[in-house]
């Protein structure tokens, strides 16, 4: 175990090991306790292990690049509804008034938080089923599983070392995200969490963009006992409200409930439980998340979300259109690999061709895309650049 680092500051700044200690829960992750990073380095002054992951990540470039790919909704339909990134920033910040409030490692949620999502292609979830259809027979594609990929080994940021070289604790925190088998211990209570808080923000920002975009209409949402609870409690404070003050305030309330819910249930059964440290925690049945009640109630919203807004005829159509995009930009670099960026042809000498082009096609922003499309059926299929993303 690395020795404890002293403050840069003696005398007047505590570490952050002491920090933690006065901060944090004993069920909590503690910096002090992480098992460190594949390769060696030397601990920072000011910054625990979990903030260096934090600014790895926030640094990269697939971080970035979540700027320019889809959530659920194109661009196509407008500029108002999340991208990936502004979905990441939602989670972590959610996320973080979780954990403060039941004393978690903060840090590691941030870096979870930002981390969660880095792997994800361009055109969203219709984009990772063509991209999965294109490798199927040469091990599919996995979101999850390729943000593992992009940390260990696509990002080149350091000179002493392949990838970010993050810690054990968030590359196996993104690894509970890929293995669905059960495992003999639970994920720690900050992975709980981050998972948690990604089901509260979608489930809140779908209903906004989706009432935004006017795929739905508040009618249809009071089809939804949650929805028409919170809407009923809205408009009990709130007369006379415009239809998009109403929005707004659904969201909020959305949010609010469930994070009340969650610090309410949480926060009783951590301090009857009273796990002794984060090991124990893991071993427990307990799980970071609602009540089953409003469990339940979720539930009931994403089938409907699912109902009339994922499989919305809109939507539907510009999935389709993404995957022929995706899966013909696919075809021509497998067939044109000399077309590669230099790095991805070396690639595919380890990995193969065609795992190696699913791992560029992933890299793209879905504008990126959308210009090699173009440029490839311009030019009947024939390109002359290399361009780079």
């Excluded at 610090?263 to 796990?275: N, S």
């Amino acid at each position: 175990m690395t020795a404890r680092p002293q403050s840069v500051f003696p005398n007047q700044l505590p570490t952050y090991a002491e920090r933690e200690r006065v901060l944090l829960a004993p069920y909590a992750m503690h910096s002090v306790d992480s098992k460190g990073r594949r390769y060696f380095e030397t601990e920072h002054q000011y910054r625990g292990p979990f903030q260096r992951d934090r600014d790895r990540i926030l640094h990269s470039a697939a971080f970035r690049r979540l700027s320019g790919k889809m959530q659920v909704f194109t661009g196509e339909m407008g500029d108002y509804h999340r991208t990936r990134l502004t979905h990441t920033y939602e989670v972590a910040s959610i996320a973080r008034t979780i954990g403060r409030t039941l004393r978690l490692n903060e840090d590691l949620i941030e870096a979870l938080a930002l981390f969660h999502d880095i792997g994800h292609p361009p055109f969203g979830h219709a984009g990772e089923d063509t991209l999965h259809a294109c490798l199927e027979g040469y091990g599919g594609f996995s979101h999850n599983r390729h943000a593992l990929t992009i940390a260990e080994e696509l990002e080149v940021r350091y000179h002493a070392f392949p990838g970010l070289n993050l810690t054990s604790e968030v590359l196996e925190g993104q690894f509970e995200r890929t293995a669905k088998q059960s495992n003999s211990a639970a994920p720690l209570l900050e992975v709980q969490l981050v998972d948690a808080a990604d089901s509260i923000t979608y489930d809140a920002h779908d209903v906004d963009d989706a009432l935004k975009l006017g795929l739905v209409q508040i009618a249809e949402l009071k089809q939804v006992p949650l929805l028409r609870e919170i809407v009923h409690d809205v408009q009990q404070e709130h007369t006379c409200l415009s239809a998009d003050h109403l929005r707004m305030a659904l969201v909020h309330g959305l949010i609010d409930r469930q994070v009340r819910n969650v610090l309410a249930y949480c926060g009783h059964k951590l301090k009857e439980l009273a796990f002794e440290n984060a090991t124990i925690a893991r071993q427990s049945p307990f799980r970071i998340g609602p009540d089953k009640e409003l469990a339940s109630q979720k539930s009931e919203l994403e089938t409907f979300l699912y109902e009339y807004v994922y499989r919305h005829r809109k939507l539907m159509e510009i999935r389709h259109t993404a995957k022929t995009k995706l899966g013909a930009t696919f075809t021509f670099y497998i067939d044109h690999h000399d077309q590669l960026p230099p790095r991805y042809q070396k690639r595919a000498e380890s990995i193969g061709l065609h795992r190696s082009v699913g791992e560029y096609l992933a890299g793209m922003t879905d504008r990126f895309l959308e210009k090699q499309f173009s440029q490839m059926q311009s030019r009947g299929g024939e390109e002359n650049g290399v361009y780079e993303g």
